[in-house]
């Protein structure tokens, strides 16, 4: 990665970073979902920057535009205008101290994994990738396929079951 | 990516930006001043005629009207993110302008998945909806979030399976591709089902009326931007018409061809060619706005999930059993 691109990656990896911790320290759920989009939004644009324009372009599709909208009707429907999260320190110190453990034993394996890095990948075009989906790769996109079935006729089971 | 810092090479992206977002301003002043008059011409009334040349002056008037209006926030909104609604619905509407081709060869960013990036940026305009409800402090504001929100994505599946087989025709998902491969037939011929439900869910997703649920002012007063005034409303306004109108410019160029004229008619036009089309596309939307009472929200979302959603999927089934049989004689036909 040259000067001005390695400036470019590093501002959306600060963003995201930045974008991340605002998402965990706030008190407002509301605004920690706005966070995380944004945090979702720079992760895209790394993806970008990487030359994998579709996988950026699904990011933003699945994430920002399907799951933090979801997780925003969520908020809606359950919590109250202008309400804060307080959770006790106990709370939190139980909550913390697993996760640091988690993180720290992640950071600990990502350091010492010797990864086959290769120096640069030239951009896969999404006729290449949908080639790959339907020849190479079918088993697995299917059992994908058959997966979010389940999941969509199990969401409207449990929905016809709360109208009774 | 090649991220080039030099003067020059940051001037196009500038001049590109510049040029949308004159683009976008100079066009929503047309719009509603010609959304005036199709109004007053279905009701049978003159229309705004004092100002300039039948009215065209009005929205200039109007414009300082707005500008010099008091900004009012309200007492129980959240301040910040009130301010920053109106910014979040209307920027992600201009983005969609990235992916339009203008013209042969003439286009600010020809991605090779440029489509999906048209599926998927404009529709983000519901985070926005969805702040400016949350942060107005107020239960109508609040519900006509949810309302827009629920129906922006509900309308957003049977839209995006509307293209697929444009998608399957062309062959490219790069909207360039997709101009190009209409040169001897347009799509709405052999798309015809693909474009009627793209059409109605575009609108859908606009907001227009008879899919104006999220501001119904019977039951909403005026749904998620109630506690708007002055500039602030003024832009959700902007980004209302800018969604129209890129919607619009977006069907011209998935199903009526783009840039090119009709029988490759003066294609030195180009450009004219494409606006001519996408204004009789929003002709039609204000025609269906002035004409059709709006629906129910039962009846809104039943249209999308029982009706368009069936149609969409018929739609792509049948296009690809034709790309896969006859696939030969359709290269032949689009040439």
């Given at each position: 990665m040259s000067g001005p691109e390695l400036v470019v990656f590093s501002l959306l990896g600060l963003a995201g970073v930045g974008s991340a911790v605002a998402v965990v320290s706030g008190k407002d759920l509301f605004r920690s979902t706005l966070f995380f989009g944004s945090f979702l939004l720079s992760v895209a644009g790394l993806y970008f920057t990487l030359e994998a324009s579709f996988v950026g372009i699904m990011q933003i599709f699945?994430?920002?535009?399907g799951v933090v909208v979801m997780i925003l009707f969520g908020i809606m429907l359950t919590q109250q205008e202008g309400a804060r999260l307080n959770a006790s320190l106990e709370r939190r110190l139980t909550v913390a101290g697993p996760v640091a453990l988690l993180a720290g034993i992640l950071i600990a394996a990502i350091m010492t994994t010797s990864f086959k890095t290769v120096r640069e990948v030239p951009g896969v075009d999404i006729a290449t990738l949908g080639k790959l989906f339907t020849n190479d790769y079918v088993l697995p996109f299917e059992i994908v396929s058959v997966l979010l079935l389940a999941a969509l006729v199990g969401a409207v089971v449990v929905a016809k079951e709360r109208e009774k | 990516m090649n991220v080039d810092f030099t003067a020059g090479s940051l001037l196009v992206p500038a001049a590109w930006g510049l040029g949308f977002v004159l683009f976008s301003a100079l066009n929503v002043m047309f719009l509603v001043w010609m959304e005036r008059k199709v109004s007053a011409d279905i009701q049978s009334r003159w229309g705004p005629?004092?100002?300039?040349?039948?009215?065209?002056m009005q929205l200039l008037a109007d414009m300082v009207k707005l500008l010099i209006k008091e900004d009012i926030l309200p007492a129980a909104a959240d301040k910040k993110m009130f301010a920053l609604a109106p910014f979040l619905v209307f920027i992600p509407a201009l983005l969609a302008?990235?992916?339009?081709?203008?013209?042969?060869?003439?286009?600010a960013r020809d991605m090779g998945v440029g489509l999906v990036y048209y599926l998927a940026v404009p529709s983000l305009a519901s985070i926005g909806i969805f702040v400016a409800g949350w942060s107005s402090g107020n239960k109508y504001s609040t519900l006509g979030g949810m309302r827009s929100a629920a129906q922006l994505i509900s309308y957003e599946i049977p839209r995006s399976l509307s293209v697929l087989g444009v998608v399957m025709l062309a062959g490219t998902l790069s909207m360039m591709g997709i101009v190009n491969a209409?040169?001897?037939?347009?799509f709405i011929i052999p798309q015809i089902l693909g474009f009627l439900v793209y059409y109605i869910a575009s609108i859908a997703e606009v907001g227009r009326?008879?899919?104006d649920l999220p501001e119904g002012e019977s039951e909403l007063?005026?749904?998620?931007?109630?506690e708007y005034s002055g500039m602030r409303f003024s832009f959700f306004m902007m980004g209302e018409y800018v969604a129209l109108l890129v919607a619009c410019l977006m069907g011209a160029v998935l199903f009526l061809g783009g840039w090119r004229g009709p029988f490759?008619?003066?294609?030195?036009?180009g450009p004219v060619w494409l606006l001519l089309k996408a204004y009789a596309l929003v002709y039609v939307a204000m025609v269906v706005r002035w004409t059709l009472p709006r629906y129910r929200i039962d009846q809104l979302l039943e249209i999308s999930w029982k009706v368009l959603l069936p149609i969409s999927l018929i739609n792509v089934a049948l296009t690809a059993a034709i790309v896969f049989v006859g696939g030969e004689w359709l290269r032949g036909l689009l040439g």
């Open positions: 699945v994430y920002v535009g | 005629m004092v100002r300039g040349y039948h009215g065209s302008l990235l992916v339009l081709p203008i013209g042969p060869g003439l286009i209409q040169k001897s037939l347009w009326t008879p899919f007063v005026n749904g998620y931007f109630t490759g008619l003066l294609p030195q036009l």
